[in-house]
Nanobody
């Protein structure tokens, strides 16, 4: 059973930056593809970005391309989400997700393990 714990959320002004971390335990991290999702109030959970188990394949939703960067350190069992030029519409709870596999996975139903989320609030 994989456990995921997100950290690094907070409140910043528009244009600011945050770095989220997701620490994994309970599995062989290098065998898991990872994803970051977000859910704003009244909206469905959506994929922000995903990275394959080897860390050489990524995908981003269009609204964050050029601003967000996903990375992973398999030695530290951690995946990161660097968020720059933040906008009010980035406000949401951000969730880390994991599944066994070598590919990049795009939908919430593809993932088997979830963290509890971390709140990101961007003020204008």
């Amino acid at each position: 059973q994989v456990q995921l714990v997100e950290s690094g959320g907070g409140s910043v002004q528009a244009g600011g930056s945050l770095r989220l971390s997701c620490a994994a335990s309970g599995g062989i991290f290098s065998m898991y593809a990872m994803g970051w999702f977000r859910q704003a109030p009244g909206k469905e959970r959506q994929l922000v970005t995903a990275i394959n188990s080897g860390g050489d394949r990524t995908t981003y939703t269009d609204s964050v391309k050029g601003r967000f960067t996903v990375s992973r350190d398999n030695g530290k069992n951690t995946v990161y989400l660097e968020m720059l030029s933040l906008k009010p519409e980035d406000t949401a709870v951000y969730y880390c997700a994991a599944r066994r596999g070598v590919f990049v996975y795009f939908t919430a139903s593809d993932y088997h393990y979830w963290g509890r989320g971390t709140q990101v609030t961007i003020s204008s």
